[in-house]
């Protein structure tokens, strides 16, 4: 059983990461223990917090107060509007949970969302988002991104084989050596993370109806078939490629753990569309557990006291319970 409590990182101080926070401390207080790292003076006014020095103290604190490592940043607390002068701060809050998991001090990292125009106007982030900047601080060449949606029957789990790029260039970046390390990335993080023996991953192809026999794309015959055939060889229960618009409905998904797509709204849409509010964002390949909620920052209605705070919470109950296989 997981003892030490999970780190949530601040995430960018003008959304609405610091008021879910508080809102997952008061669902979560008697369920389980986390500690949010980042400057207090970003939290909502009357928020219940208690300062602590050592991750170890926040299961005790968790009864009464959401507890924090407070991190001074230098930029306002104004919320809606982001502060580059933050972006130091913001970056730093990562590391720190990022130290503090692989320290053992923290038994998984939750990130809160962050603004990277900000991050690179304030501090010349040089990475794509989260999952880039993680996979260079633990040191590891491949990571992939998983969008999880546990609470609904059957669960979805998804994986982008290709991310944050133009759907133009998508068939050049789809290569095989690319794909097969996306599955076995995948395939090794179902058995690790979620406990499942033997994982069963669906691929879907790239083109409409997986290129009906060539009529509308060769990629799907000459790139993902024959990585999918190798692996199956290998011993891997991988199927495909299958026609993207059929993977998703309720018999289809009882049919495997998850489903690697090969580009992002392909494999994102489905998620948000099933369920919208309880999505969770996983880090598979990293040496330490990582989940972020499925949102972006919503700066636009932060402090307005309607964020809902859902994707948060299953984003630290999922990087609990994943610790406790790891």
Known sequence: MTRAPVALSCGEPAGIGPEIAVSA??????????????DPRHLPDGAKYTCITNPADAPDAMADALPVLPLSLNGSARKG??????????????????ALVQSGAACALCTAPIHKKALIDGAGFAYPGHTEFLAALAGVDQVVMML?????TPPLRVVPATIHIPLRDVPERLTAESLRRTLEITCQGLRDRFGITHPRIAVSGLNPHAGEAGAMGHEDAAVIAPVINALRDAGMD???PLPADTMFHAAARARYDAAVAMYHDQALIPIKTLDFDGGVNVTLGLPFVRTSPDHGTACDIAGMGIARPDSL?????????MADRA
């Open 81 to 98: 509007t982001p502060d580059p002068a933050n972006a130091s701060g913001v970056i730093k809050a990562i590391e720190t949970g990022v």
């Open 25 to 38: 401390w008061s669902a979560l207080r008697e369920e389980m223990a986390f500690f949010w790292i980042g």
């Open 148 to 152: 999880a949606a546990e609470a609904i």
């Open 238 to 240: 991988v199927t495909g």
């Open 313 to 321: 919470i299953a984003a630290l109950r999922l990087a609990h319970r």
